[in-house]
């Protein structure tokens, strides 16, 4: 049988398609859809370094979405990674000192979640021609950031769709919120809500699984479903890049072919690095996956502690896009380490839900050895900023520096190992340009975000990205709408029964 998707939570193991998935997004019962099986790769690795990467997400995504025929998985991919990059490597790979960089902001919101979400809507349009829905679907998100936007711009003025966005109100950086309020697309909406970003994800959640509400929808012909990282519609694109960096690792001569790396991934909803994951799983040599966290550590101490707790303070950082207490994909890797047991799953879940709280036994703990985790503090963040500013010249942006610090501190511990890393590097410098200053002693950090631009092209002579040139020029930015967290439920009914 061909591979179908089942939901964390469901003991009776029913399953659906991959485009069934791909629509719902988040299972009825809570859970999130997980393959049937995790399929190996059925091209040889020697056949990797002579792949693009649309021919390469093709060999990859097919073996995910079993539903699409090969033209439609092509139309997909075809569309998504053409000229809105500014690459056709899309996700070119850079060296500082000896470590590589994966640079996957290369797309029209300069930061990583675009691979994804480029491909997303029309994944989701194909299948939902493939399921004959007549509804619209009403995508519902909650960003820390980066998703909103890049989901916004995935989706604008796509046919059958509406998109709503919710972001923390003081949780964004202001390139980031200006980006979002020039939006363009009648069906996109954005609202800054009054709470951090745990607060809108829970309400997004409450919201795509409240039934009443569900039924109100069908009754207007409309649908939710969402892109967040829940999405497998989300997570398999990323495999794709873990097996270009490998290719790209053995072409540059930096590893023969079959010999391991590790990965270093700045980690906030854990669908990155949990992407990284699959693809060991499928079949890529990977050494170690380093969860790299900030200040907001609650990763840190899931793997070294085997104790997941959320009940801490929760920081505003330099990476607002891993300022998060709970990483949602990682149910999906619970869900692996207890041996694909729905029923533990469902109840670590559970008691994160009831008390905060859960501790994985020390036999479940010892199957996280994929894994090394770290984190950064703020200060730490800064100094390797200023560290590969000195190294080279280059500047990267606070997310890149947590999981660069973080691999500085794997490679100290292992000081014997000759196992190469490679650094996920999630966003371009321009999207935090004030923090990046910060990092090299710069005194326009303090100054506002246009002037901070600025200041940061005069150091780092990098020509401004297409995304920033955009802002620069474009006007009519839509006003701030701020309501409180409980009045998310209000603004959706607002938006989709307004008579
Ligand atoms: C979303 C994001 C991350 C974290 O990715 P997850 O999949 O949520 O772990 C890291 N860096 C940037 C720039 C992001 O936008």
Known sequence: MSLQYRSTRDLKANTISASEA????????????????????????????????????????????????????????????????????????SFHGETGYLELFH???????????????????????????????????????????????????????KIIVFYPKDGVSFIQEQQ????????????????????AQTNVKKLLNN??????????????SSANSINIGRLFPQVVYYFYAYAQMVKQKKITLGSAINFSVPTGNFGDILAGYYAKKMGLPINKLLCAS?????????????????????????????????????????FYINNEDVQATTELMAQLNEHGKYTISSEIKNSLSDFF????????????????????????????????YVAK?????????????????????YKFPQSVLIGLHDPAAFESGF??????????????PKAIEQLLSKQGSRAKKIISSSDMKKAVKGILFKK
Do not use: W
């Not at 649309?54 to 995504?61: D, H, T, V």
């Not at 800054?192 to 970003?197: I, L, S």
């Not at 039934?211 to 939710?224: G, H, K, P, V």
């Not at 985790?373 to 010249?393: M, N, P, V, W």
């Open 451 to 464: 002037i901070a631009l600025q200041a940061l092209k005069k150091k780092s002579n990098l020509a401004f």
């Open 22 to 93: 791909i629509l719902k997004g988040l299972s009825a019962d809570g859970g999130l859809y997980v393959p049937t099986s995790i399929p190996k790769i059925d091209f040889d690795l020697s056949e990797l370094p002579g792949f693009s990467y649309k021919e390469l997400a093709f060999r990859i995504l097919k073996l995910f979405y079993t539903d699409f025929s090969e033209n439609e998985l092509r139309k997909c991919i075809e569309h998504a990674y053409g000229d809105t990059f500014d690459t056709n490597l899309i996700a070119p790979l």
């Open 294 to 334: 900030n200040k907001n550590n609650v990763l840190t101490e899931f793997f070294n502690e085997g104790v997941y707790d959320r009940n801490r303070p929760f920081y505003v950082t330099s990476s607002p896009s891993m300022d998060i207490l709970v990483s949602s994909n990682l149910e999906r890797l619970l």
């Open 211 to 224: 039934e009443e509400l569900s039924r109100e929808l069908a009754d207007n012909n409309y649908q939710f």
């Open 409 to 429: 501190i794997y490679e100290e511990r292992h000081s014997d190992s000759t196992i190469p890393t490679v650094v996920i590097s999630t966003a371009s410098p």
């Open 180 to 199: 979002m309020l020039t939006q363009k697309g009648k069906n996109t909406f954005i609202f800054a809500v009054d709470g951090n970003f745990d607060v």
């Open 373 to 404: 985790a770290a984190f950064a503090d703020e200060d730490q963040t800064a100094s390797e900023i200023s560290r590969i500013y000195k190294l080279d010249g280059s500047v990267i942006d606070p997310h890149t520096a947590v999981a660069s």
């Open 107 to 161: 797309g029209p919101t300069i930061a990583f979640k675009d691979i994804a979400l480029q491909l997303l809507p029309h994944l989701m349009t194909t299948a939902a021609q493939k399921n004959h829905l007549q509804n619209k679907i009403v995508i519902l998100t909650a960003t820390s950031g980066d998703t909103g936007k890049a989901a916004m711009e995935g989706f604008a003025d796509v046919d059958g769709t």
